[in-house]
């Protein structure tokens, strides 16, 4: 219902612009920002794009005004949220108490993985993590009072309950990440690896977060899929802080084809350590991971929007 309240208002908007731009011809330059809609109503004229940015942040800006409120128990969660994801690094230093290398990958080496892909993952889990509870609003009807505002579905979804804790991880996997780099100050760093560092989180983040989008529209067919959804980002992390030589070459061919997760650090991080593919894929691909994010999250974008307009409530 919302999608087609917010057609309607597009739609009148578009026509505001078309008589605004008639008028325009004889009467000088008019505001193509608003018209008289209907009974004089003025509607604004905004993209969808703009109006889900705009929506997403009054939302999560109402959230963070919330967090705020008690600003100690802000401070204690997201300290208990970096403390909670550092474990798995911790754990990662003590099994290199008992080895000097995994899979030919020193532990600075590894501790690029594990910072890298922890900085992706907490990013999209601050931005877009709220989306795999579609299945639970669906379930208790919750859904149906967001499809009558005028506001996107998905800004709405990814911005509720905005959870500022999560810089716990982001902070914890650019404190590794930051560690790792100074460790490695043997490779021989240029202006391209450099940047790769930066682009490797960001584009990460961006698949992460297309990966996110995807198993929330998965959980318009299946009701509750959360786990699935996090089994590919939660589980798809873990993976990826390990080397892709410990894995079978089956795995890795799915993870670099199927469900591109191997651009979300492996491949960028090969070309900035200076290893080969263990796949023997050309140097190039290590540049693709924006282009993949963007591969990826068209596929789940149409996916979302078929998943909004075949919903059905649950009449409750």
Request: charged share 15%.
């Given at each position: ?141 919750s859904l149906d009072t967001?499809l009558v505002r005028p ?70 067919i299946a009701g509750d ?92």
């Amino acid at each position: 219902m919302a999608e087609r309240v917010a057609e309607d208002g597009a739609v009148a908007a578009g026509g505001a612009s078309a008589e605004g731009g008639a008028k325009a011809g004889g009467a000088g330059p008019r505001a193509p920002a608003e018209r008289p809609a209907g009974h004089g109503l003025l509607v604004p004229r905004r993209s969808r794009v703009l109006e889900g940015l705009r929506g997403y942040g009054l939302i999560a800006a109402m959230w963070i005004r919330s967090t705020m409120t008690y600003r100690t128990s802000f401070l204690l969660s997201t300290f208990g949220n970096a403390a909670i994801t550092l474990l798995d690094f911790v754990a990662i230093m003590i099994m290199f108490s008992h080895v000097d290398e995994l899979g030919g990958f020193t532990l600075p080496e590894i501790a690029l993985l594990y910072g890298s892909c922890s900085a992706s993952l907490g990013l999209a889990d601050l931005l877009l993590g709220n989306t795999d509870r579609i299945g639970t609003r669906i379930r208790d009807g919750s859904l149906d009072t967001m499809l009558v505002r005028p506001v996107p579905v998905l800004a709405q979804v990814a911005a509720d309950r905005f959870a500022l804790r999560r810089l716990g991880r982001i902070g914890q996997g650019i404190a590794v990440l930051g560690w790792a780099v100074s460790e490695l100050d043997q490779l021989h760093w240029t202006v391209g690896k450099a940047l790769m560092v930066p682009v490797m989180i960001t584009a990460g983040a961006a698949i992460f977060g297309a990966v996110m989008v995807g198993g929330a529209a998965f959980q318009f067919i299946a009701g509750d899929a959360a786990e699935v959804q996090n089994s590919f980002t939660y589980g798809g992390c873990t993976m990826l802080q390990y080397p892709p030589t410990v894995f079978a070459k089956d795995l890795l061919r799915g993870v670099t084809f199927i469900v591109p997760l191997a651009f979300v650090n492996w491949l960028p991080a090969l070309y900035v350590l200076g290893r080969p593919d263990p796949l023997g894929l050309p140097g190039w691909v290590a540049f693709a991971s924006p282009l993949v994010a963007f591969v990826v999250f068209l596929p789940a974008s149409l996916a979302w929007r078929a998943g909004v307009r075949s919903y059905r409530s649950t009449g409750s």
